[in-house]
């Protein structure tokens, strides 16, 4: 096996273990900040571990010429919805729940696909957009009872999920030229670097400006959030985007939730249930169907 066939699954994995466990940090921090004050310190530690990079690297930060509006679209859409969907999620229901419904993105990237661009899917994608769809409706079912009680957080957590899904396609059909044509460092700066003067603008109008520093565990979690799962995941979400069809790399997200289950049960010894061995079964497959190319006959 090559180095080139061996990177889609080291990029998938390593932006499968950072996203995956992720989730279960966000309650740490949000039991202590409101939200916005949360994500404008992510997103300050996001912005400032890229263009650290970018600058030792010695990267150009020019935007190519008329891609402002993309550019714009694509960061409230991947970035600024993304970031308060997901914690306002968190908030209403448990942090698993509320990363089954944002990772539902596949199925809307689909849907978008089939109905605004026409996009035609092969028999084996379809089955594992079916059997993906399998694997959410079995996390989903035990957790009926709590998005009853908590619509707002169903809300949330599915404007989440399309949000991202319309910023995939945005970056996945705008040529973006350059040294931006491959996507990378600078296209992940700008989306986050946009995003930071209306969210601590919102900080400060809704939050309030913070009168003290935060504990050092939420401290902490903003640091980390900003600079690996934001700044370094968000570069390997968009290598996957550039090198994958839009539907197989949307599928590739489905295997984040499932992290957070197993790691549950590694570290919490939380039980398994029947429903999430399903899942877990299902996503493997799901994930076989889409990113294995099928033997010539």
């Known amino acids: 096996m090559n180095r080139s066939s061996l990177k889609v699954p080291a990029l998938l994995l390593a932006l499968t273990l950072m996203w995956g466990t992720n989730w279960v940090l966000f309650r740490v921090a949000l039991d202590e900040l409101p939200v916005l004050t949360f994500r404008s310190g992510v997103l300050l530690s996001g912005v400032f571990s890229l263009g650290l990079i970018m600058w030792i690297r010695g990267e150009s930060f020019a935007i190519p010429k008329g891609r402002w509006l993309a550019l714009i679209v694509a960061s409230v859409t991947n ?74 957080g169903l809300f949330w957590g599915l404007l989440a999920a399309i949000s991202w899904a319309i910023g995939t396609f945005v970056v996945k059909r705008t040529d973006w030229g350059g040294q931006w044509g491959g996507g990378g460092l600078a296209l992940t700066f700008w989306q986050v670097a946009l995003t930071v003067p209306p969210m601590m603008l919102g900080m400060v109008v809704i939050d309030g400006i913070p009168t003290h520093l935060p504990s050092t565990a939420a401290l902490a979690v903003m640091i980390y959030t900003g600079g690996l799962p934001m700044a370094f995941g968000t570069v390997v979400w968009f290598a996957l985007v550039r090198l994958l069809p839009t539907q197989v790399a949307a599928l590739s997200s489905i295997a984040i939730p499932i992290v957070a289950i197993v790691s549950g049960i590694v570290l919490l010894h939380e039980p398994l249930s029947a429903l999430q061995a399903v899942a877990i079964a299902s996503t493997v497959i799901s994930l076989w169907l889409a990113l294995v190319p099928s033997r010539s006959v």
Do not use: C, D, E
């Open 79 to 152: 970035v600024g919805i993304w970031n308060v969907a997901t914690s306002m999620a968190v908030l209403y229901l448990p942090s698993g729940h509320a990363s089954v419904l944002a990772y539902t993105m596949p199925l809307w990237v689909a849907l978008i696909g089939l109905t605004v661009y026409r996009q035609r899917l092969s028999g084996r994608l379809l089955a594992a957009i079916v059997i993906g769809a399998a694997a959410v409706v079995a996390l989903m079912i035990p957790n009926f009872a709590s998005y009853a009680k908590a619509p707002l």
